[in-house]
């Protein structure tokens, strides 16, 4: 509205009237044209706020049954603007009005929470698009969604089918780490790593397509568990080559331990002495410590973690692969021993560099493989015998493969 000083005709009356009544009809062109703003009104006056969207997802069914890592660590000003997403978002709203008070940022930092804490938000993509008004705060949004409204109920059913099949091979006397374990094992088994797989992102990729890339394996192991009643999180960061990666922390008796199914994956065990890849199981990457982990591993700075120092839980030393020094005569037993039972292979976790540097002299230089290289030869009526073997100096692990 445009008020030109010293050119007004009318009575001093008159013209205050015709710019209260100018002032009305601006008002109510405005608010034609921008409706949330009645809702937004409405939404102050009637108290709106956390308390409202907490008791909205419990009246329509979908109040959280898991523990919300990311939303016990958001700032508590943002809780409103996690809870109001998460109601948009499981009532199926892929784009509308955004009532909580929040800039652009503290927007996206709620929204990606939301992402991160509900695996089971299948449909939605990794992008978005909000509106702001003038100050900057955030007034619409707009999902990104890679699954139609209407095959969504169909593929939950096949999702939650999927998982259930997972979890009905866990013996019923297993304990939570049994129960971590067997999922890990049941992803790597059941789920390849493919760059550009279908639904990358989500984990219908590798439930139910079984080919994935680190998010979906990440989020699909987080499903699982929830689904389990344990507690499990979604982790973001880069790995030590600079790569976006995502990766998962669980919790054991109130202590937290790491874990990254896609590099258990064989795809990712490294390089076998002058081969690439292998067929077992890498075990360095359950129940790992951040000592362990960070060594290849950095996470983002988007939420805070706690200390994950416990190696209670650590597979190799819960299985007897683990010598804290090297001892020439408990080495060989162990692989005198692996020859005899017949079995494919050994590994050998040591508990410093220093050990594994005198190992991988001691076996691979000095002769430590001859007895039971001479072994596997007479078995086989052979008179050469070739091993291969990888070492992961990160883990101070050494395979060999008979």
């Known amino acids: 509205m445009r008020f030109d000083k010293g050119k007004n005709r009318g009575s001093g009356s008159s013209a205050v009237l015709s710019m209260l009544l100018a002032l009305l009809i601006g008002v109510c062109v405005f608010c034609a044209i921008n409706f949330d703003v009645v809702e937004r009104i409405r939404y102050q006056l009637t ?17 959280p049954a898991v523990e919300e890592y990311y939303y016990d660590h958001l700032p508590e000003q943002l809780h409103e603007a996690y809870r109001e997403m998460y109601v948009h978002i499981m009532r199926g709203e892929d784009n509308g009005t955004f009532l909580a008070y929040v800039s652009g ?40 969604t890679t699954v139609p409204a209407e095959a969504r109920p169909s593929m939950r ?16 006397t297993a304990g939570d780490y049994e129960k971590i374990k067997y999922v890990y094992e049941y992803l790597i ?26 998010a979906g394996y990440a989020k699909s192991f987080q499903y699982i568990l929830h689904r389990l009643g344990l507690f499990c999180t979604y982790i973001t960061g880069k790995t030590r080559d600079g790569g976006d990666h995502g990766w998962n922390m669980v919790r054991i008796d109130g202590e937290y331990y790491y874990v990254d199914v896609t590099w258990g994956d064989p795809v ?44 209670k839980y650590n597979y190799y030393k819960l299985n007897g692969f683990y010598y804290e020094y090297f001892d020439y005569d408990t080495i060989r037993s162990a ?33 430590l493989l001859d007895e039971p290289g001479q072994y596997l030869m007479e078995i086989n009526g052979v008179t050469s015998w070739n091993y291969r073997y990888h070492v992961d100096d990160d883990f101070c692990l050494i395979t060999i493969y008979w």
């Not at 108290?47 to 109040?63: H, K, L, P, Y």
């Not at 059913?157 to 019923?172: H, K, M, R, T, Y």
């Not at 081969?275 to 290849?296: A, D, H, I, K, P």
């Open 47 to 63: 108290s709106g706020g956390i308390d409202s969207w907490e008791e909205a997802a419990a009246e329509e069914g979908f109040a």
């Open 268 to 311: 990712f065990v490294g390089q076998i002495e002058g081969e690439s890849g292998g067929n077992v199981t890498n075990y360095n990457y359950l129940c790992c410590t951040e000592y362990e982990l960070f060594r290849t591993h950095i996470p983002g700075d988007s939420i805070s973690l706690p200390a994950c120092t416990s190696d």
């Open 189 to 214: 088994d059941t789920v390849e790593y493919r760059a550009g797989s279908a639904d990358s992102q989500n984990i219908q990729s590798a439930l139910l397509y079984h080919t994935s890339v680190c």
């Open 157 to 172: 059913q096949n999702l939650e089918a999927a998982a259930d099949a997972c979890v009905a091979g866990i013996p019923s």
């Open 105 to 144: 940022e503290d927007f996206w930092d709620a929204y990606y929470a939301v992402l991160a804490d509900h695996p089971e938000i299948f449909w939605i993509g990794t992008s978005a698009q909000i509106e702001t008004d003038f100050t900057g705060r955030v007034v619409g949004y707009d999902l990104e």
């Open 335 to 367: 692989l005198m021993n692996s020859v005899w039972n017949g079995e494919s292979s050994i590994v050998m976790k040591f508990g410093s560099s220093e050990a594994l540097e005198t190992a991988r002299y001691e076996l691979f230089e000095d002769g």
